[in-house]
């Protein structure tokens, strides 16, 4: 009697996504697309409900303080917070702060005539989840990607969150043209309640148990020791001090206003701030393949053309000449991100990476809040175009001083990967090994931020 045939082996499913890309990863990339759709049109549409409340441009600029002192205030302790606490508790938590506070702001515009004091209370209450949550979404990113892979993975995120705000800064401008900056802000808070349920979803089971420690003034202690040993990272996050704080107010008090007076409203403004989108999208597609040796000596020449906005604005350059220039700029402040994560991944410990990144983003947005309060006061003082050159010039300035710092320009990428802490790699799912912003870097006041190193302008934070 013949036995049956054997059964084919089965083959295996085909993989829809890198080997690297696990579940924590894929979790992370889609929320931040969710929030960025949200949150470029709603900083725009912020600044456009002043306008129409009546408001000035120095009650602009008390908005865009508003919406940044919080994170001066609050981001370190948001940091020792997010490395003691688990990180995604941490972030879902900032996600309802931003939901209800944006779904207040909507229904606030939308349904009465909003004062100042309740639009700059609202952005506060918005901006101190920002504080919270910036540390703890770069320090989750930074270990859910593993070094082999990290470059690759950091520009596939950024890609991703800086394509969302191609459609988020475009649609968003159409919308408030359309419908009123109301509905947008009311977008947003959709947006956080939809990004913080998937963010809920997180496996951190792979997350070694944090040693007990001595407090959260020793935590804070303990972060500080790294960055002030590192002439690289402090160095940067002052120049990002500067660079953020003057393309902050260019972009967020200045650049609506030449767009209302001379570009034709809130539209071509929207599809100007798209274009630096593209142009990250851009960068990052570049920065898949791109793996330059000289890490922070690329990443901070790169930083040369946040320049370029600012000076357009104060020529003005007619839509296309703006969206040329924002274009260019976004590019190459994408360049810098990925360094920057990437060196970040390599040189600090795991258990540090909240708190690294909490005095990252605390010294790089220090300086915003007061900048942007000024904006208003120094466009009366000296005029919008010389205000808008000085901008300009301040860019230039700090990136140059900032390479005379032998680390930043010798600083290089390392071949292999190293392992920095006690802990194992740690694995971002089931499926696949992987081993961050998130905004950062720095981020600016015209978009807020994700993690992308020292807070890079025009990045939403909050993804």
């Given at each position: 009697?013949?036995?049956?045939?054997?059964?084919?082996?089965?083959?295996?499913?085909?993989?829809?996504?890198?080997?690297?890309?696990?579940?924590?990863?894929?979790?992370?990339?889609?929320?931040?697309?969710?929030?960025?759709?949200?949150?470029?049109?709603?900083?725009?549409?912020?600044?456009?409900?002043?306008?129409?409340?009546?408001?000035?441009?120095?009650?602009?600029?008390l908005v865009a303080a508003a919406r940044t002192l919080p994170l001066v205030l609050f981001l370190l302790i948001g940091g020792a917070v997010a490395d003691r606490l688990p990180r995604h508790r941490v972030m879902v938590a900032a996600n309802a702060?931003?939901?209800?506070?944006?779904?207040?702001?909507?229904?606030?515009?939308?349904?009465?005539?909003?004062?100042?004091?309740?639009?700059?209370?609202?952005?506060?209450?918005?901006?101190?989840?920002?504080?919270?949550?910036?540390?703890?979404?770069?320090?989750?990113?930074?270990?859910?990607?593993?070094?082999?892979?990290?470059?690759?993975?950091?520009?596939?995120?950024?890609?991703?969150?800086?394509?969302?705000?191609?459609?988020?800064?475009?649609?968003?401008?159409?919308?408030?043209?359309?419908?009123?900056?109301?509905?947008?802000?009311?977008?947003?808070?959709?947006?956080?309640?939809?990004?913080?349920?998937?963010?809920?979803?997180?496996?951190?089971?792979?997350?070694?148990?944090?040693?007990?420690?001595?407090?959260?003034?020793?935590?804070?202690?303990?972060?500080?020791?790294?960055?002030?040993?590192?002439?690289?990272?402090?160095?940067?996050?002052?120049?990002?001090?500067?660079?953020?704080?003057?393309?902050?107010?260019?972009?967020?008090?200045?650049?609506?206003?030449?767009?209302?007076?001379?570009?034709?409203?809130?539209?071509?403004?929207?599809?100007?701030?798209?274009?630096?989108?593209?142009?990250?999208?851009?960068?990052?597609?570049?920065?898949?393949?791109?793996?330059?040796?000289?890490?922070?000596?690329?990443?901070?020449?790169?930083?040369?053309?946040?320049?370029?906005?600012?000076?357009?604005?104060?020529?003005?350059?007619?839509?296309?000449?703006?969206?040329?220039?924002?274009?260019?700029?976004?590019?190459?402040?994408?360049?810098?991100?990925?360094?920057?994560?990437?060196?970040?991944?390599?040189?600090?410990?795991?258990?540090?990476?909240?708190?690294?990144?909490?005095?990252?983003?605390?010294?790089?947005?220090?300086?915003?809040?007061?900048?942007?309060?000024?904006?208003?006061?120094?466009?009366?003082?000296?005029?919008?175009?010389?205000?808008?050159?000085?901008?300009?010039?301040?860019?230039?300035?700090?990136?140059?001083?900032?390479?005379?710092?032998?680390?930043?320009?010798?600083?290089?990428?390392?071949?292999?990967?190293?392992?920095?802490?006690k802990h194992p790699a740690p694995q971002s799912g089931p499926a696949a090994p992987s081993g961050p912003a998130a905004p950062s870097g720095p981020t600016a006041a015209s978009s807020s931020a994700a993690p992308s190193g020292p807070a890079t302008p025009s990045s939403p934070a909050g993804v």
């Open positions: 009697m013949s036995s049956p045939p054997a059964a084919a082996p089965r083959t295996p499913a085909r993989r829809r996504r890198p080997e690297w890309a696990g579940r924590n990863y894929t979790l992370l990339t889609g929320a931040a697309v969710v929030t960025n759709l949200g949150s470029h049109g709603a900083l725009i549409a912020a600044t456009f409900a002043v306008m129409e409340a009546g408001g000035s441009s120095g009650d602009i600029g702060l931003n939901f209800l506070s944006q779904g207040a702001f909507a229904l606030l515009v939308l349904t009465g005539d909003p004062q100042l004091w309740q639009m700059m209370l609202l952005t506060a209450l918005c901006g101190t989840g920002t504080a919270f949550f910036n540390p703890a979404a770069e320090g989750m990113l930074l270990s859910t990607v593993s070094g082999e892979h990290s470059n690759r993975a950091f520009a596939l995120f950024r890609m991703a969150m800086n394509g969302a705000g191609i459609g988020g800064a475009a649609l968003g401008g159409a919308m408030i043209a359309v419908l009123g900056p109301g509905w947008v802000l009311a977008v947003d808070a959709a947006a956080f309640a939809v990004a913080g349920l998937l963010r809920a979803f997180l496996d951190v089971s792979h997350v070694p148990d944090r040693a007990p420690g001595g407090g959260l003034l020793a935590d804070l202690r303990e972060g500080w020791v790294e960055v002030r040993t590192r002439p690289w990272l402090w160095s940067i996050v002052l120049q990002f001090s500067v660079v953020v704080a003057v393309v902050g107010a260019a972009e967020a008090v200045y650049g609506p206003l030449v767009a209302r007076d001379r570009l034709g409203g809130a539209a071509p403004w929207g599809v100007a701030l798209a274009f630096f989108a593209v142009g990250t999208i851009a960068g990052a597609v570049l920065m898949m393949a791109w793996k330059p040796r000289r890490l922070l000596l690329i990443g901070t020449l790169c930083v040369f053309p946040l320049a370029l906005p600012s000076a357009g604005l104060a020529v003005p350059l007619p839509v296309w000449g703006l969206c040329a220039v924002m274009f260019v700029s976004g590019a190459a402040i994408e360049v810098f991100g990925v360094n920057w994560m990437t060196t970040m991944h390599q040189e600090i410990p795991e258990e540090k990476f909240s708190r690294v990144s909490a005095y990252d983003w605390f010294g790089s947005v220090s300086m915003l809040p007061l900048a942007t309060a000024l904006a208003g006061p120094a466009e009366t003082a000296f005029g919008r175009t010389e205000a808008l050159w000085g901008c300009a010039s301040l860019v230039i300035l700090a990136t140059a001083l900032v390479l005379l710092i032998p680390d930043v320009r010798h600083m290089t990428r390392k071949t292999k990967p190293t392992t920095l802490t």
